[in-house]
């Protein structure tokens, strides 16, 4: 007799597989013919460097189905910002001669997506986990998490690029803004707060499933 839970199972670890394939699809899509192979690589390997353990861990703990559909949406966030650089993405181009905007903003999308996966990441290991219980001090962890690792890729980049002598292609990249790293750290901020608020409920859901 076919269960009714041995059902829902199945249908959760077929949608997981399908997220993979979709994943590994679009980063050899984003492995051809980038804008550069030296900006593709420091930009697309994390996406491994952090997805491999992901999968390695899946048997010991899975996350909901709703924070793997975030994680594939950040992983196609960051390789489609490998393949074009996230200074010089296509279609925020478009928007910024349409909309007369002063920059490219496709790298504040990237940065919102930092604070927003790991709010969610980090609620669901702790709360599941039973290492914290929901209370104000649960959410400033949460946020400080999501804080700590902003401001550790800020630090990060600009270490790469002292390190490897592409400082100009840092300073491309802030697009004439000097308080670029500030915002970054903004939007990382802003993106924490609106998956641990508007998405609140719908992540509750997905861990009960």
Known sequence: ???????????????HKLMLLVFLAVFIWSAIKPFS???WLPLAVPTLIFGIPILLTYKKFKF???VYLVILIHAIIVLIGAKYTYTFNPLFDYLMRQFDLNRNYYDRLGHFAQGFTPALMAKEILL??????????????????VLALSASF???????SKLSGMSKDFVLSLQGDKW?????????????TTALTLFKKAHDKSMKG
């Open 1 to 15: 007799m076919i269960l009714k839970e041995d059902i829902q199972y199945s249908r959760v670890k077929a949608s």
């Open 37 to 39: 192979y030296i900006t």
């Open 64 to 66: 909901s189905t709703f």
């Open 128 to 145: 599941r986990k039973g290492y914290l219980k929901k209370s104000k001090i649960f959410y400033y962890i949460v946020f400080s998490i």
């Open 154 to 160: 800020e630090l990060t980049e600009f270490a790469v």
């Open 180 to 192: 670029d790293t500030q915002w970054d750290m903004i939007m990382a901020l802003l993106g924490a």
